[in-house]
């Protein structure tokens, strides 16, 4: 079975790259030239593998089309990804979803979001009413809503 591994283009610093989401994820790397730079890693980031390519002076940014979705434990985790990928030039969208200082998108979700999506329909759409008004997803706020409060 061939094994598939996202390519990121990185525009600048390979290991600028590789510091920023370490100071978050767990994060691996190898790929180191014998001079010490990179023109390649891959790097393996909670698990998943990535290939970080430092691109050539082409302008070429990442859009939403494609986004990672970070399943979190509790509110103090979704707070932690977001405050630290929001930090520094990253930006705030609406319903969980923000891009870091790179451009990449990402949605915080927590998993008690995952779990009422699993519930009753009605319940299911007053908290969907609720997320469309949040950036950051609030679970009290989504499970007040939910719960008809």
């Not at 940014?61 to 030039?89: N, P």
Request: aromatic share 12%.
């Amino acid at each position: 079975m061939p094994t598939i591994t996202p390519c990121l283009w990185v525009v600048g610093d390979v290991d600028e790259v590789i510091s920023y989401y370490s100071g978050v994820f767990a994060v691996e790397a190898e790929g180191r030239m014998p001079d010490g730079s990179l023109m390649t890693a891959t790097v393996t980031i909670e698990g998943q593998r990535f290939m970080l390519l430092k691109g050539g002076p082409q302008p070429f940014t990442f859009s939403e089309a494609v986004s990672f979705y970070v399943s979190c434990e509790g509110q103090a985790e979704v707070d932690r990804y977001w405050d630290y990928l929001t930090a520094d030039g990253g930006e705030e969208s609406q319903c969980g979803w923000l891009k870091d200082r790179f451009g990449m998108s990402w949605q915080i979700v927590p998993r008690e979001f995952e779990a009422m999506m699993r519930g009753d329909p009605e319940k299911v759409q007053q908290m969907i009413q609720a997320m469309f008004q949040m950036k950051k997803l609030d679970i009290a706020g989504l499970q007040a809503a939910y719960n008809g409060a």
